[in-house]
């Protein structure tokens, strides 16, 4: 699956309002961004909220069907929530945000993942 990953710095001052629409994100409004995951046809994401000598930044890190195509699709979208999760972005993040790379700012390389003992694999003995 094709990945992106970019770092995007949050403006000083707004690590709590970052936090604050995370929360909403998760706990009220979790619905309306598994949709809009859907739509940009993300299938993989983890976030990390890092402290730098810049201040705080998050490291993303997406796995989508066509990645290059998420911010420009964002970025034209009229839709209730879309224009609500970009300004809550724009507040966090300032106008940087929408200039992330265009390619992937970093190849996947390496990964590893344990098999479970009561997965499949482990079951019928295959993947040992």
Known sequence: MPAITFVAPIL??????????????VEERLHEYEEFRRRL????????????????TTIVYLEAKDPERIVPALTVSEKP?????????LECYGDDVVRVPSRAAAKLVFAYQDILEDSPLASTGEGS
């Open 81 to 89: 929530f879309d224009l609500w999760f970009k300004e809550r972005l």
């Open 12 to 25: 000083p001052n707004r690590e709590e309002e970052w936090r604050r629409f995370v929360q909403e994100v």
């Open 41 to 56: 046809g993300i299938h993989n994401e983890s976030v990390w909220l890092a402290r730098t000598k810049r201040g705080e």
